[in-house]
Nanobody, 125 residues
Framework: QVQLVESGGGLVQAGGSLRLSCAAS????????MAWFRQVPEKEREFVAA????????YYANSVKGRFTISRDNAKNTVYLQMNTLKPEDTAVYYC??????????????????WGQGTRVTVSS
């Protein structure tokens, strides 16, 4: 059973930065693409970024491209999301996810095998 535990959320002013971490345990971390999603109340969970199992390929939602960077360290079973130039509209609960796909691309929620519990990010204006 894979477990994903996020950390690093918090309150930051607009223009600031945060780095989210996702520590994974279980046997399948190094095989699947990893992704970050986010969700605000009364809206569907939204894809943010994905990284392939090798770490060589990444994919970003247009809304975060150029500001966020996803990376992974398979030796540490950890995936990261570096978030720069944060905007109030980035405020959400961010979820780490292990996909059923090996490919880094825009992923849908039904393509996710495991979710973390989420970490809240609040960006003040």
């Amino acid at each position: 059973q894979v477990q994903l535990v996020e950390s690093g959320g918090g309150l930051v002013q607009a223009g600031g930065s945060l780095r989210l971490s996702c520590a994974a345990s279980g046997l399948t971390f190094s095989r699947g693409a990893m992704a970050w999603f986010r969700q605000v109340p009364e809206k569907e969970r939204e894809f943010v970024a994905a990284i392939s199992w090798s770490g060589e390929n990444t994919y970003y939602a247009n809304s975060v491209k150029g500001r966020f960077t996803i990376s992974r360290d398979n030796a540490k079973n950890t995936v990261y999301l570096q978030m720069n130039t944060l905007k109030p509209e980035d405020t959400a609960v961010y979820y780490c996810a292990l996909a059923t796909s090996f490919v880094a691309r825009a992923l849908a929620s039904y393509e996710i095998a495991y979710w973390g519990q989420g970490t809240r990010v609040t960006v003040s204006s």
